[in-house]
């Protein structure tokens, strides 16, 4: 079952520029987490908030959440092209399994 | 640093064939998982386990079985390959969300590079 959608499905941007892409999950949540992924390799975890916080920041990341609005988006300046890559959101299902969205692909030109 | 290996990076085999997919973690994580990415249908779940010997499916439990004799290995086995499971395998882990009582959830999965499986 499908509970987080990433929004767009594809991003490409100059390097420099912000990249911003959100995420829309359907049931009530205590955490959403967002990951990365190169072409070819595993995910990566990048940051995680919680149900009670509004906004955090981690280097050029910067991570919202409206439960309000279930939605959370990812914010990254100043992008280069090593970001490059996939990028997913991912909240805990009722078990202990993570649900995750089909990602954005992100393409950050030189 | 947490690392989770996974036993190759390219594996091709032939329908019909056993094929074992091996994945290690050296973190003491309580939960392992099983995942398949495919373009367009992003990760799915395919088995988990939250114990030795302990083993839930997942959404695609089909044609996939596992094993998890000790805490750091888990593996996935399909029982006889077929070209529908040509795909990219990947594993995490996990501590259990409640790691210590009052402590905040965390499900932080932390991932394998990645098998990627092609079935002739």
């Known amino acids: 079952s499908q509970q987080g959608e990433e929004d767009p499905q594809a991003l490409s941007i100059q390097e420099g520029e912000n990249a911003t892409m959100n995420c829309s999950y359907k049931?009530?949540?205590?955490?959403l987490q967002w990951y990365r992924q190169n072409s070819g390799r595993g995910l990566v975890h990048l940051i995680l908030?919680?149900?009670?916080?509004r906004e955090k920041h981690s280097g050029r990341l910067r991570v919202t959440l409206d439960t309000s609005k279930k939605s959370s988006s990812l914010l990254i300046t100043a992008s280069r092209a090593a970001d490059t890559a996939s990028y997913f959101c991912?909240?805990?299902?009722?078990?202990?399994?993570?649900?995750f969205g089909k990602g954005t692909k992100l393409t950050v030109n030189p | 640093d947490v690392k989770v290996t996974q036993s190759s990076r390219y594996l091709v085999k032939r329908t019909g064939e056993k094929v074992f997919l091996e994945c290690v973690q050296d973190?003491?994580?309580?939960?392992m998982f099983w995942y398949r990415q495919d373009p367009g249908l992003g990760l799915r779940l395919i088995y988990f386990?939250?114990?030795?010997?302990?083993?839930e499916k997942g959404d695609i439990p089909e044609g996939y079985s596992v094993s998890r004799e000790k805490k750091e290995r888990f593996s996935l086995i399909l029982e006889s390959a077929s070209t529908n499971q040509t795909s990219m395998y990947l594993c995490?882990?996990?501590?259990?969300?409640?790691?210590?009582?009052?402590?905040?959830?965390?499900?932080?999965?932390?991932f394998g590079p990645g098998t990627r499986l092609t079935v002739l």
């Open positions: 386990s939250y114990d030795v010997k302990m083993k």
């Open positions: 908030i919680r149900s009670n916080e």
């Open positions: 995490a882990s996990s501590f259990p969300p409640y790691r210590a009582q009052g402590a905040p959830r965390t499900d932080t999965q932390y």
């Open positions: 991912a909240s805990p299902s009722r078990s202990e399994k993570l649900v």
């Open positions: 049931t009530s949540i205590n955490n």
């Open positions: 973190m003491d994580h309580e939960n």
